[in-house]
């Protein structure tokens, strides 16, 4: 890959011809976070030359008429909706190109149930949990060691996501959050560092460390400035370093992840990683994760968003749906 730099990258002419559908927004409980991300991607790819086509799925913005206007589509739409496989589903019964995994490994990534048992198959590590659901929900929420973090099935940027200390003595927020989200997780609180790693076509990029100033890395620290610090490239041994992207890039394989994604890591006391999860659609933000090891990378927001553009064109063109749709 040639790296340039910042407003500096221009798409290659044969490429400026294409018209990108940037698709953000939604109805998920993620629709603020994806209209930055949808914001950020669509100014990124003016600046590489492309024109683009704003397309919010909860204003019309998947009508035929709307979709047979681009020949790409890019994905910036987080939780249900976006990362659960169903989109790509249906971009791809009427034949548009789009960035990203396909509609299974999509929904194996964003279903943390499925997610944990793909790992478990794999031999991928990750922290001991089970799935609380039923009549069976206060049996084992009781019997499962404390402390532990509940978080829904399917939901992501931690939204749900509660520590239990005490089962018994919690119950009633258990049972509140049982009847929010249906099916929940309840995952063995791992105590260490955090990590994530970005995944780039098969490549692992800087370890980040993240440290928030919150009890754990919730919502808000995810998504209010200076809540959180980011450690770009993890200031770890070389040998870690490796273990993390070794790891991470397993993850992602064993899910049938492509393009991209971030893992997301703990690693205990005794150095013992633990994978937490695998997000296929990662925030998009300059400031959001991937694109900060991108950067690390030498490589910029803008080139990583024409990257992705290109690896769907070409994977269009090799599959036979070629330049226009067929919807």
């Known amino acids: 890959m040639r790296v340039l730099t910042g407003k500096f990258f221009k798409a290659p002419e044969n490429f400026r011809s294409l018209k990108v559908g940037v698709l953000a927004g939604g109805s998920s409980g993620e ?115 404390a402390p532990f973090f509940i978080k829904p099935i399917r939901e992501g940027s931690s939204i749900g996501v509660f520590e239990i200390r005490d089962a018994s003595r919690q119950m009633a927020r258990i049972r509140s959050a049982f009847r929010r989200y249906g099916a929940l997780l309840a995952e063995r609180k791992i105590e260490g560092r955090e990590f994530t790693v970005g995944i780039l076509g098969n490549r692992a990029l800087p370890v980040i460390e993240l440290k928030p100033k919150r009890t754990f890395y919730d919502y808000k620290a995810k998504y209010t400035k200076g809540m959180t610090e980011y450690r770009v490239p993890a200031p770890v041994s070389a040998a870690v370093r490796r273990r993390l992207q070794r790891v991470a890039l397993k993850a992602h394989r064993a899910l049938g992840l492509r393009d991209f994604s971030r893992v997301d890591m703990m690693a205990d006391s005794k150095g013992h990683l633990y994978v937490l999860e695998a997000n296929s659609i990662p925030g998009f933000t300059e400031l ?11 490589c ?28």
């Open 300 to 327: 910029s927001f803008e080139e990583l968003c024409f990257t992705l553009v290109k690896w769907a064109y070409e994977r269009s063109l090799r599959s036979g749906v070629g330049l226009k749709n067929r919807i």
């Open 31 to 145: 629709r603020s976070v994806s209209l930055r991300s949808g914001r950020a991607v669509q100014k990124a790819l003016k600046h590489a030359g492309f024109n683009t086509l704003w397309l919010d799925p909860a204003r019309g913005g998947l009508r035929i008429e709307s979709l047979a206007r681009i020949d790409v589509a890019f994905l910036a739409l987080h939780g249900k909706g976006g990362e659960d496989g169903s989109l790509q589903g249906f971009l791809e019964d009427r034949g548009i190109p789009y960035i990203g995994s396909a509609p299974k490994p999509s929904l194996q990534a964003f279903d943390k149930g499925l997610s944990k048992r793909v790992f478990e198959r794999f031999k991928v590590p990750t922290a001991a949990w089970t799935v609380l659901k039923g009549d069976s929900l206060e049996k084992k929420a009781r019997e499962f060691p």
């Open 288 to 298: 959001s994760l991937l694109p900060k090891a991108a950067r690390a990378a030498g």
